[in-house]
Structures are given as structure tokens and as C-alpha cells.
């Protein structure tokens, strides 16, 4: 029901968007998030966005670097990332709330993408 990409190598410093597709006549009610894992971690949030778009929340490690935006007419949502860390190496998923307003809890997200890996080189 999710599918996320985009990721690949990328040095530190540098710029990346990863895209994830949705249902668009499931999704488009609900809010979406992105999250992230580095081997050995346990999953982190890292942005949100609700399901008119206006509202987003942002993990304190990505603030001012990443930004998440959503397109309901087709049904997508990306994460374009700045000035990218080492640190921010890690799969990420994209998935949707259950609920139509932006958050951060991992258990309110009831669907969830493959996962793309993001390597950032130092």
C-alpha cells in the first residue's frame, strides 16, 4: 500500500528527496509520516504531516534540514533532506496514521513502506 524511494549514497553535506506512493483513496484522509532506523537503533521519527498538508512535525535531529510535503491529487508524500549527516544514515519508511492530524507516535502509524536506505558519507 506504501511504497517509498529515493534513497542512495549521498556525502555529508549534501541533498536528497525520497517519495513514497500511497493509496490515494485510503491515504488521502490520513496523515503520513516518515521514519527512520539505523542498524542496531530503534525506530526514530523523523516528520509528519497531516492530511490538508498544513500541518507538520519534525524530529529535533532533522529540524530546519528536512522537509515533508504531500501531494493528495497523486497521492504522494516526499522528504526532501539538506545538509545531510553522517548520522542520518538509516532505512527509512514512510507511513500512514490512522488518524487524520499530524503526529509523532510510532503506534498511531497502521501502514507502512518497504523502507529505502540513506547512506551519508563522511
Known amino acids: 500500500q506504501l511504497q517509498a524511494s529515493g534513497g542512495g549514497l549521498v556525502q555529508a553535506g549534501g541533498l536528497l528527496r525520497l517519495s513514497c506512493a500511497t493509496s490515494?483513496?485510503?491515504?488521502?484522509?490520513?496523515?503520513l509520516g516518515w521514519f527512520r532506523q539505523a542498524p542496531g537503533e530503534e525506530r526514530e521519527f523523523v516528520a509528519s504531516i497531516g492530511w490538508r498538508g498544513s500541518s507538520t512535525m519534525y524530529g529535533d535531529s532533522v529540524k530546519g534540514r528536512f522537509t515533508i510535503a504531500r501531494d493528495n491529487t497523486k497521492g504522494t508524500v516526499s522528504l526532501q533532506m539538506s545538509n545531510l549527516k553522517p548520522e542520518d544514515t538509516a532505512v527509512y519508511y514512510c507511513?500512514?496514521?490512522?488518524?487524520?492530524?499530524?503526529?509523532?507516535?510510532?503506534?498511531?502509524?497502521?501502514?507502512w513502506g518497504q523502507g529505502t536506505l540513506v547512506t551519508v558519507s563522511s
Open positions: 490515494k483513496r485510503t491515504g488521502s484522509n490520513n496523515a
Open positions: 507511513a500512514q496514521s490512522r488518524y487524520s492530524l499530524s503526529t509523532s507516535r510510532l503506534e498511531n502509524y497502521q501502514y
